[in-house]
């Protein structure tokens, strides 16, 4: 059974940092993308960042570009987004996705298949 477990949201306050962690279970994901999406309250589920299978390539929405790092660790079959600068419009519930394709890519909530349950991230002024 594939399992996704997000953690590392919390409070702080705006200019912060977090990091989030998504660490994957039920079977190995090294030849899938990965991405982070998230959802704020009354809003649609936006796509944040994604990467490759391999990590080589990565992409970012343009409201997180520069402030915010995808990577993942495959050994530890773990992705991660750093969040830097943070600011009270990145208050959401943030969400980690696998692909539903190998070797596949994207920004697109519906190339994904399998989501964790989101971890929240609240950003005070």
């Known amino acids: 059974q594939v399992q996704l477990v997000e953690s590392g949201g919390g409070l702080v306050q705006a200019g912060d940092s977090l990091r989030l962690s998504c660490s994957a279970s039920?079977?190995?994901?090294?030849?899938?993308?990965m991405g982070w999406f998230r959802q704020a309250p009354g809003k649609e589920r936006e796509f944040v960042a994604t990467?490759?299978?391999?990590?080589?390539?990565?992409s970012y929405a343009d409201n997180v570009k520069g402030r915010f790092t995808i990577s993942r660790d495959n050994a530890k079959n773990t992705l991660y987004l750093q969040m830097n600068s943070l600011k009270t419009e990145d208050t959401a519930v943030y969400y980690c996705?696998?692909?539903?394709?190998?070797?596949?890519?994207?920004?697109?909530?519906?190339?994904?298949?399998?989501w964790g349950q989101g971890t929240q991230v609240t950003v005070a002024s």
């Open positions: 990467i490759t299978g391999s990590g080589g390539t990565t």
């Open positions: 039920g079977r190995t994901f090294s030849s899938y993308g």
């Open positions: 996705a696998v692909t539903r394709s190998t070797y596949a890519f994207s920004g697109q909530r519906d190339d994904y298949i399998y």
